[in-house]
């Protein structure tokens, strides 16, 4: 639809002669036009799928040219800077390093419960039957993995570790998907974000399980305030979104008092955050044409006075209510979550210094452990359990998929970056195999993703293009009911 014009009540076009100018009325025509120039390739880059799980390979190249370059020494000191806050008596300082994982990533954790908890509203997982499947993926697909380790590397010396290859990197999986274009139909990505969603929810419980030590009960009362003001906040009808940061930081700092990673306060957070609209798209549609007509009625003269600021502030306030605090929150975190957290985390986790990796002994096992549970165990784990769960009749197989589909989906689901990382970091805390099991992680994620890359454009073949739009309105239709 073009700038200059406008689909008037009666169906006619008009032209809009009250629009709004190309560019706002205080910038530099010469500087504004080149900022556009400048600006359009980033758009368009960001709203590619696989943009973040780029800019994640990005920031790993990076950390991993850094820690073995001549200014390896830079590297750890940075982040070992220590950052915190003073007041009197009261001190709290942490390395960087602890602001990105601890701090950072609960914010990456409470979008993913954010996410977990809208799809089991009104998404993949909002019924047994839908569920079914990714359910049945996501299970295999986290045991398998895990018993995989525990084979190769079971000894009391790294069977900490079974956790680290449990989990599927979503950004990198959806971009291989997104790599391999056509031949990727609608219900294969659906599915593979049910059963990231999944993989996630196992991989935090797993965390909060597992990786928790020296609980302490002090805490989790702290915690369980925090939890508590957001429900009465709810309760009353606070409505700002920033309110409830004041709450949510208590809960955070209460789970980390109690001795659990205080990254599970941001799933609970997202799990309790309200996934209904206040209004919803009809309601809002109705306040919508309501303010429209007021303004419509009133005089120039008023136009210009308090009243359309109150009236335009009206209108602000139904589109915020038009959709869900869940969904803005999503909205709006999520990009700065895959394009700034998720690369910051890298940078500062995937710095793999060659010379302090031991692949003998325990190092190996470690290292061997990770890496044939994810880029091996994920694909035996995914396609098996599928296969089971398909001839017991206890999920049905999305229209348009097939064997093959799900052998590409075990392979992709073998990518295991982010969350294998952060598992990581709990499972071996300060210790030399930490490198070893990052080496793991780090090349069982290439291999998975170059395999499935290949398999993919061997056995997947682009659909017809109007078996291709067939396919996308049923997987729409699905993913809306």
């Not at 449990?166 to 139909?185: C, E, Q, S, W, Y």
């Not at 306060?265 to 996934?275: Q, R």
């Amino acid at each position: 639809m073009g700038a200059a014009k406008h689909v008037t009540a009666a169906g006619g076009v008009a032209n809009m002669a009250n629009a709004p100018t190309a560019k706002p009325p205080e910038a530099w025509e010469p500087l504004f036009k080149l900022a556009r120039l400048a600006r359009r390739p980033l758009e368009t880059f960001l709203k590619i799928e696989a943009a973040s799980g780029i800019i994640l390979i990005v920031a790993a190249a990076i950390a991993l040219g850094w820690v073995n370059s001549p200014w390896r020494a830079s590297y750890a000191a940075l982040w070992h800077t220590p950052i915190g806050i003073q007041l009197g008596d009261f001190t709290f300082v942490r390395p960087l390093e602890w602001v990105v994982n601890d701090g950072l990533m609960a914010i990456f954790f409470f979008v993913v419960g954010l996410e977990i908890r809208r799809e089991i509203h009104h998404g993949e997982l909002s019924s047994l039957q839908r569920a079914a499947l990714p359910l049945a993926a996501a299970l295999g697909g986290m045991l398998v993995p895990a018993g995989i380790y525990v084979l190769i590397a079971g000894a009391p010396a790294t069977a900490s570790g079974w956790g680290i290859p449990m989990a599927t990197d979503i950004a990198f999986a959806v971009g291989i998907l997104t790599l391999l274009g056509k031949r990727v139909p609608p219900a294969l990505r659906v599915l593979l974000l049910a059963l990231a969603v999944i993989d996630d929810l196992g991989a935090i419980v797993v965390i909060a399980i597992f990786y928790s030590k020296g609980l302490i009960i002090a805490g989790f009362g702290v915690g369980a305030a925090g939890i508590a003001a957001i429900f009465a906040m709810q309760w009353i009808g606070v409505r700002s979104k920033l309110a409830y940061v004041a709450p949510a930081v208590v809960a955070w700092a209460g789970v980390y008092a109690a001795g659990v990673h205080p990254t599970i306060a941001g799933v609970i957070v997202g799990l309790i955050t309200p996934v209904r609209a206040w209004l919803g798209p009809e309601k809002f549609i109705n306040n919508l044409r309501a303010q429209v007509s007021t303004l419509a009625a009133l005089p120039d003269a008023e136009l210009q006075s308090h009243e359309l600021a109150h009236q335009l502030h009206d209108i602000d306030e139904a589109r915020r209510e038009a959709i869900s605090p869940a969904e803005s929150l999503i909205e709006t975190l999520h990009p700065w979550v895959a394009y700034a957290i998720m690369p910051i985390f890298a940078l500062a986790n995937a710095g793999v210094s060659f010379d302090g990796i031991d692949l003998s002994g325990a190092g190996a096992s470690a290292a061997i452990g990770v890496g044939l549970g994810l880029s091996l165990g994920k694909p035996l784990g995914v396609i098996a359990a599928c296969t089971l769960a398909l001839k017991l009749r206890i999920a049905v197989l999305p229209a348009g998929l097939s064997g093959r589909h799900l052998l590409v989906l075990g392979l992709v689901a073998g990518v295991g970056f982010t969350m294998s990382l952060f598992i990581a970091q709990l499972a071996f805390p300060g210790a030399a195999l930490l490198a070893d099991a990052k080496l793991g992680v780090l090349v069982a994620s290439a291999a998975a993703g170059a395999i499935a890359l290949v398999v993919g454009r061997l056995l997947l073949h682009p659909a017809p293009p109007r078996e291709a739009a067939e396919t996308a309105d049923e997987a729409e239709s699905s993913t809306e009911k």
